[in-house]
């Protein structure tokens, strides 16, 4: 069986938008791993009971079951050493960078476009994820995005230590693109993927930094669905 | 000739506060290596012609002389292998930790304390501090941290992304501390040395976090001059 990986889609058979996903799809190209994307939405939690989970990247590799994208990237490196290391044998300190890409870029960007994503899902899907998020945000969505352009500035100000990390390399993980460097960029995609907004400036060094990583792998990001941003 | 660490110094032959070098004298403790610390003082910088740098810590090591934190920690990694590795033989991700703790717990920590850091200082010290901070803040040191108890909130909800980094694990090092650990616990070290207010919660996990730091190493941090915080 060929290699699966599970992802969130919309209606939009091509548009992978989810965080989380483009952290796996990006890891795997990594690797130079093929794989079979499976469309996943976010109402049909039953696909996923084979791997008693309810939330996607799952990624199904011969007999391994794996969730969570953390998970997937460590099983990536145990399981296939030869190829490119994704975290040179030390999970630990990108689970930092993780920690703060979720509750830092994330929150940021789920701010400036969560009302970007209901119409690119289907009825049911849209249904659930206004419901949820409403009920994370306690306001609409269209109020949650307001006035997000006089928000940019607070917005690309809390990417700060980004920049500082970025000075005087080409990427976190240094020369080379690493787990830092997908774990972080999937934040980008997400936003790039479902919304038109510009999160970023041209002359920011998180720009260029990320005009390389939609290089990578053939151009895979930079040919993915996106609406210009 | 015994290593030697040129730290930074006020009046107090005995209390270390620059977070930078907290993170050297830990490093240092980590790998199991003696060192005679040698206190220097901000108006002192032609002491430093020697290292070609004007800042502390600087590491005189044997035959070398390495200056800034995250190099010596390089330093102490390929110089004593065989030691407690402090960064696994990947200091790239470790870059993103300390450009976090650098412009979020470090600016964060500053803005409450700075103002508590001149009365520890010799006067042309003194001085020296208060002409450039006021320079860099752009107001007196006192209206910098005026109102700050009120500001604790804010400054306790920009630390989550370390607070999620914790969950799940007793260091950000997994299991036992690496020099992650080392690079945000600077930043307490540097407040908790100069100021009595006190930065975080008692139930809040970092709290938690910070006790293990402390009792490290024999209690070396513990036993540091503090004001209680």
Redesign the interface.
């Known amino acids: 069986m060929a290699r699966q990986l599970f992802e969130l889609y919309g209606t939009d058979p091509a548009r992978v938008f989810s965080p989380f996903c483009w952290r796996s799809r990006m890891a795997l190209a990594h690797k130079g791993l093929d794989f079979d994307s499976v469309p996943w939405r976010f109402t049909e939690a039953a696909r996923l009971a084979f791997a008693n989970y309810d939330k996607v990247p799952v990624l199904v590799d011969g007999d391994a079951v794996v969730v969570d994208s953390f998970a997937i990237a460590k099983h990536l490196d145990a399981a296939y050493p030869d190829a490119p290391s994704l975290?040179?044998?030390?999970a630990?300190?990108?689970?930092?960078?993780?920690?703060?890409t979720?509750?830092?870029l994330h929150a940021g960007v789920a701010g400036l476009v969560v009302s970007d994503i209901p119409p690119l899902l289907d009825a049911a899907d849209s249904a659930y994820f206004v419901q949820s998020r409403e009920a994370r945000f306690r306001k609409p969505l269209a109020e949650v995005t307001a006035g997000r352009e006089d928000r940019l500035p607070a917005f690309r100000a809390s990417l700060?230590?980004?920049?500082?990390?970025l000075r005087g390399r080409d990427f976190?993980?240094?020369a080379a693109p690493?787990y830092?460097d997908y774990t972080v960029f999937g934040g980008f995609m997400w936003a790039r993927s479902v919304s038109p907004l510009p999160l970023l400036e041209a002359d920011d060094i998180i720009h260029a930094w990320r005009e390389r990583m939609l290089d990578l792998h053939g151009g895979m990001a930079r040919r993915a669905p996106c609406f210009g941003a």
């Open positions: 975290m040179h044998g030390n630990e300190p990108y689970a930092f960078i993780g920690a703060w979720d509750t830092v700060l230590p980004l920049r500082h990390a976190l993980g240094g690493d830092a």
